[in-house]
């Protein structure tokens, strides 16, 4: 889907049916505008369902102050006006009150953009301004003045968050990744110490580039592959649903035969992501005029090492990366289709996917399926597309299960009696 072609009001009715659908807004809250090459500012109305709204609920604001439109533009105008003043190249502003945000807002604090790799680039500056009444000028001013210093994201004291954009995707971009990291430093301090990435492994991470390979033009498309496509982005939709992917992050791959293989596109919105974007690998080549995700040469030693690993999903699950940053060991032992679907789950170190994947390549086995990465990511491995999504769910399930159950007192995970119990009753 190409975002940018669609008309503003388009733009902001899809963006605000996703921001609302993901329960980042409610139905009164939040707002989102556009700047466009004229200078007007189009941006949803105030009062005016935000889980229900058309293109023709869109106010569009012109830059003598005309108002057109069925509706009185947000209550919150003014400080989008002066984001626009302060930011010349802001083509979007977008503001919300995702719960996680507001946790972060009203105990003065902004969210740790250096748990995992990239979240620091996508977001930039984050900064706090002080309180004052909504819609006011004051208000205003206080978010244009830390807009001014430098910042993407502005955390907004006992109320929400603002971000702006080159366009209203950005805007999007950084919101979703902001938001993503608040979940994960608050579920990674209820198991304890959160490690954050210092700028030695921030770099590493940066040093993971687009990969060179060369393309191909593919002659044909067989009907496995044709199926491989439509189930891939099927799970990888069905994924975003459920948070396990965002828009920027999440990958899958299939096998389809030992020397080729099908793997999400680098860059892609996960939401918008049809077959014909997922990108065929050949014989180490790719097909011509796509960018395969940057992980495609551990996917590709993962398929040549093991004959019966059809599937790999990498992802950053929120409630299962709590433990990732807190070094807290993951006990698969906590209910049976956990201990079944899961296995044992192995965990590297920061940089190992980077440094040393044959480490990755060589553990992943039966036995271990899953590899958690600190501070990056769980590495999934199955037999099928599905085995690989339910064994992500699975570990984002029992990761909230564990998270929500220490609250609630001491833990009881099945003994050593009962795993070789069901060890032989599924023949594990």
Known sequence: MKFEILHPADQIVMLMQRIYDCGMTTTSGGNLSIKDEEGDIWITPGGIDKGNLTRDDIVCVKPDGTVVGPHKPSIELP???????????????????????????????????????????????????????????????????????????????????????????????????????????????????????????????????????????????????????????????????????????????????????????????????????????DNGMREEGKIPSRSVLLHKNIYLKHKNINAVMIAHPPNIMSFALSNTKFDTKIIPESYYLLREIATFPFGINIEKPEKIVEKLSDETPIVMIQNDCLIVSGGSLLEVFDRLEVAEFSGKALLDGQVLGPLHPINDEQIEKLKKAFDI
Not at 94 to 106: D, K, Q, W
Not at 268 to 273: A, C, E, N, P, W
């Open 79 to 281: 400080f989008h006006k002066k984001v626009y003043d302060a930011r010349p190249e802001a083509g979007a502003v977008l503001h919300a009150h995702p719960p996680a945000l507001v946790s972060f807002s009203i105990v003065g604090m902004t969210p740790n953009t250096s748990l995992i790799p990239n979240a620091h680039l996508v977001c930039g500056q984050v900064g706090m301004a002080k309180y004052d009444l909504p819609g006011s000028d004051l208000l205003g001013k206080n978010i244009e003045l830390k807009f001014r210093e430098g910042c993407n994201v502005v955390i907004m004291e006992n109320h929400g968050m603002v971000t702006m954009g080159k366009n209203l995707f950005q805007a999007f971009m950084r919101f979703e990744t902001l938001d993503f990291c608040a979940r994960l430093e608050i579920g990674a301090r209820r198991l304890g110490k959160v490690n954050s990435l210092n700028s030695k492994q921030l770099s590493i991470a940066q040093s993971k580039q687009n990969i060179e390979m060369k393309e191909f033009i593919p002659k044909k498309y067989s009907n496995k592959e044709r199926k491989a496509r439509r189930e891939m982005s099927e799970i990888i939709h069905r994924a975003y649903r459920k948070k396990l992917f965002t828009s920027t992050q999440g990958t899958l791959s299939y096998k389809l035969d030992k020397n080729s293989f099908l793997i999400t596109p680098y860059g892609v919105d996960r939401m918008y992501l049809e077959p014909e974007n997922i990108v065929r690998i």
